[in-house]
T-cell receptor
Framework: EPEVTQTPSHQVTQMGQEVILRCVPI?????FYWYRQILGQKVEFLVS????????KSEIFDDQFSVERPDGSNFTLKIRSTKLEDSAMYFC????????????FGPGTRLLVL | GENVEQHPSTLSVQEGDSAVIKCTYS??????FPWYKQELGKGPQLIID?????GEKKDQRIAVTLNKTAKHFSLHITETQPEDSAVYFC????????????FGQGTILTVHP
């Protein structure tokens, strides 16, 4: 069964550093999402992306965040200058035919900002 | 925006018993309600979903019910097994934010052998 994959599985970084989280969607999927889950809290929507554009973003997704699909396969989330409060699990999700609603999640990247 | 509340936060049952998890949502325009199971160290996995034109859906030991009028939906797991132990999340989408999932707080289900 096709799966969403994410790399790295874990990342430790110093505050102020840039990180790039990568996602490889299921091959025929066209709608992409990033969510985050701070330890012990709800899964929170960050951004949705379709046709090389952001469709919707949350209040969390401020100017330090960006997304792109640089090579037609990977879907990336960049955090420009990490803060302590960015420490969380980051999940990529994708949807595609036959249902645009059903989102398939990757295993996540655990980000720790020191 | 949409707000989803989930109860209980923890649920402990004996193997073979049933488990019920309930969620309420605030946006009457929401029309898609998935349930996810999350095991330790893994991403959420879709286990069942329901759309607003359906009141109930069943898949083997798992069923979901939806009451649009009351804006609540529930997950029912029958004949629970230890491998059902995990965190379960409800979510809602549709309406003004198509595609964006709003999650509940999660329920830690423990099934004792």
């Amino acid at each position: 069964e096709p799966e969403v994959t994410q790399t790295p599985s874990h990342q430790v970084t110093q505050m102020g550093q840039e990180v790039i989280l990568r996602c490889v969607p299921i091959s025929n999927h066209l709608y992409f999402y990033w969510y985050r889950q701070i330890l012990g809290q709800k899964v929170e929507f960050l951004v949705s992306f379709y046709n090389n554009e952001i469709s919707e973003k949350s209040e969390i997704f401020d100017d330090q965040f960006s997304v792109e699909r640089p090579d037609g396969s990977n879907f990336t989330l960049k955090i420009r200058s990490t803060k302590l409060e960015d420490s969380a699990m980051y999940f990529c999700a994708t949807t595609g035919p036959p249902s645009r609603e059903t989102q398939y999640f990757g295993p996540g990247t655990r980000l720790l900002v020191l | 925006g949409e707000n989803v509340e989930q109860h209980p936060s923890t649920l402990s049952v004996q193997e073979g018993d049933s488990a019920v998890i309930k969620c309420t949502y605030s946006d009457s325009a929401s029309n898609y309600f998935p349930w996810y199971k999350q095991e330790l160290g893994k991403g959420p996995q879709l286990i069942i979903d329901i759309r607003s034109n359906v009141g109930e859906k069943k898949d083997q030991r798992i069923a979901v019910t939806l009451n649009k009028t009351a804006k609540h939906f529930s997950l029912h797991i029958t004949e629970t097994q230890p491998e059902d132990s995990a965190v379960y999340f409800c979510a809602a989408s549709g309406g003004t934010s198509y595609g964006k999932l709003t999650f509940g707080q999660g329920t830690i289900l423990t099934v004792h052998p």
